[in-house]
């Protein structure tokens, strides 16, 4: 069985490709909305709750976990594989297909706060720093308001910010560098117009996740989607976003009371 977690319905948009790769495989995604989201929380209680979810995905089975989620890669996937033995696949914002296909020498990374500052992601940016230029963008607030369903007025406030910097910068190639965003992928291409190419790594990580999987691969087939927070709204969101209502149903939900609480030492939930 193949584990997946993120913050919250982001990483279904990188289990819809593990699905399609690997029709066999057992999948069991985690989506921590109790605590999502995870774009400037502290990293201290990242990585307690990316312990606990990878210890318990572990108990229920799992013999590969897929950490779905660009913040929780970039903080927290070193010590991950320092503990665990079995292999973990991680995300990463995808510059490198970014760098190498531009024509105007500028791209741009859509991100969480956390994602942009981990060291992680400047070591990586620092590889194609030289011979592009690399527009960073923040974009606080967003995964938030897509968590919060497809009619939330701030999607298209939060969207209109973060792509202006890329417009004047004239990049060609932006980056989706949190799983989230691929939701709101159509607004985004709208607002920069279609001589932009959005990058997205979630069938690249797909591939790699069948190449790895092994006897993980083998199964039933069978999908459970399970969330730290309310179940109910867990189906409500599958139900509205089209990308994810075409491969999900209402049925696979469940809720995993277990990972649900937790005392919150640090971090905030205002990203
Ligand atoms: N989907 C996650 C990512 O790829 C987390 C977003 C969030 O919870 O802030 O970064």
Not at 3 to 29: C, E, H, K, M
Not at 167 to 186: I, K, M, N, S, W
Not at 214 to 235: I, W, Y
Not at 257 to 267: F, I, W
């Amino acid at each position: 069985m193949i584990g997946v977690f993120d913050s919250g319905i982001g990483g279904l948009t990188v289990l819809q490709w593990i699905r399609q790769r690997l029709p066999q495989a057992n999948l069991l995604y985690l989506a921590d909305q109790a605590y999502a989201p995870y774009g400037a929380k502290d990293s201290d209680l990242l990585q307690q709750r990316c312990d606990q979810i990878a210890d318990w995905l572990i108990e229920q089975g799992c013999t590969v976990l897929v950490v779905a989620c660009n913040t929780a890669t970039a903080h927290c996937i070193d010590a991950l594989r320092d503990r665990l033995t079995v292999d973990i696949i991680g995300v990463e914002p995808g510059i490198k297909p970014a760098a190498l296909g531009t024509r105007s020498g500028a791209i741009g990374i859509l991100a969480t706060e956390n994602t942009l500052a981990s060291s992680r992601y400047q070591q990586l940016a620092s590889r194609f720093n030289p011979n592009t230029r690399v527009v960073n963008q923040p974009c606080s607030g967003l995964a938030d308001a897509i968590e919060q369903g497809p009619d939330t007025g701030s999607i298209d406030t939060i969207l209109a910010g973060c792509t202006a910097a890329m417009t004047e910068a004239g990049v060609d190639r932006v980056v989706l560098g949190c799983t989230h965003y691929p939701l709101v992928q159509d607004r985004l291409q709208r607002l920069l117009g279609a001589g932009v190419q959005l990058i997205d790594t979630g069938e690249a990580i797909a591939g790699e996740v069948a190449r790895r999987a092994g006897v993980a691969a083998l199964g039933e087939g069978k999908t459970r989607l399970l969330t730290t927070g309310s179940r109910a709204r867990l189906q409500h969101l599958i139900g509205t976003y089209p990308q994810l209502s075409d491969h999900f149903q209402a049925n696979q939900c469940e809720t995993a009371p277990e990972l649900s609480v937790q005392s919150q030492t640090s971090g905030s939930s205002s990203a």
